[in-house]
């Protein structure tokens, strides 16, 4: 995936990240995420090139990210998100890999507009709630609650993933693209990394609601994702959640684009097994799609029994 994205970006214009933060920081925004296969964000991003940027650092294009998301024992920002409260936060350590810089971020979501808070820190306290973490933490809290105490929060979910970003060539609008996404539940030790394969999340970020990425995605009959909270999404993917009924419409999405990596496997099987025409070869391939397929279905029936991808059926 990453190698076919890297050939396509090389239509793009490159940005430098100082451009980028000068001409569209965005750190008031609103916000629209959309949910896409491989396959569907290949033929999107062909249409992209004329009217946006990439980022490129020293050559790349293409990043490596690593969030540590705080929340409360009780999952007080998750809830927030699955109450469909008008205001919500959102708290990270985000490690920038490539360039090796970590960043301390409060987000707060009041109705449509996004308001970011951030200071840089060592690499090395990327994970932790410092002291220095705290007093910013409760600084923003406290100002924007007006409560005199805010909530005591730890690291609770971690994700992984690479990321393109792309900005309108007038500054209007910046995309960022989340692929090869991985997540994990910090709190449980016994609980392994989840691979969210071949789901794509687009993220349009700009000062109006009208901007030219959704007008792309209508094209490609691509809805805007509602409740699609990345964190609170990864809670529920994770087996914490004891209600997650605000995402049921975007986890069937996601649902969807998973049960496509099978089919897409298994045309794949197909295909090398024709090209080999050895029963030994046929056999293995058979038997590796058919434990594969088991699989997804298990976590299909799962969906259907118990609520999306609970951490039992997560640990196949």
């Known amino acids: ?36 296969n491989a396959d569907q964000f290949a033929d999107v991003l062909g249409e992209l090139k004329n009217d ?45 890999i490539d360039s090796n810089l970590a960043y301390f971020e409060y987000k707060q979501k009041i109705d449509w507009v996004t308001n970011k808070y951030r200071y840089e820190f060592p690499c090395e306290e990327h994970g932790f709630m410092t002291k220095g973490k705290k007093r910013f933490f409760e600084w923003v809290w406290q100002s924007i609650y007006n409560e005199d105490k805010a909530p005591k929060i730890s690291p609770s979910i971690q994700t992984k993933y690479k990321r393109i970003t792309l900005v309108k060539n007038d500054g209007s609008e910046r995309l960022t693209i989340d692929f090869d996404i991985k997540t994990k539940d910090l709190r449980d030790k016994n609980n392994k990394e989840i691979d969210l394969k071949n789901l794509v999340i687009v993220e349009s970020k700009s000062l109006n609601k009208e901007c030219d990425s959704a007008r792309i995605m209508e094209q490609h009959n691509i809805s805007e994702a509602k409740s699609c909270s990345k964190y609170s999404l990864w809670v529920v993917y994770s087996g914490i959640a004891k209600k997650y009924d605000t995402f049921i419409e975007t986890m069937e999405k996601i649902k969807e684009i998973r049960l496509e990596t ?31 397929v088991k699989k997804e279905l298990q976590i299909s029936v799962v969906w259907v029994k118990k609520g999306p991808f609970t951490t039992k059926a997560l640990k196949i």
């Open 1 to 36: 995936m990453k190698s076919t994205y890297n050939t396509k970006l090389q239509d793009f214009e490159p940005i430098s990240l100082s451009e980028l933060n000068a001409k569209a920081s965005f750190l008031k925004r609103i916000d629209k995420k959309f949910l896409l």
């Open 52 to 96: 946006f940027k990439v980022l490129e650092i020293k050559g790349k294009k293409i990043f490596s990210y690593d969030n540590i998301y705080m929340d409360s024992d009780d999952y007080l920002f998750y809830n927030q998100h699955q109450d469909r409260k008008s205001s919500r936060t959102k708290v990270r350590t985000r490690y920038y």
């Open 262 to 292: 099978v089919k897409n496997r298994k045309r794949l099987a197909k295909g090398k097994a024709k090209v080999k025409n050895t029963k030994e070869t046929k056999n293995t391939t058979d038997e590796n799609k058919s434990n594969f």
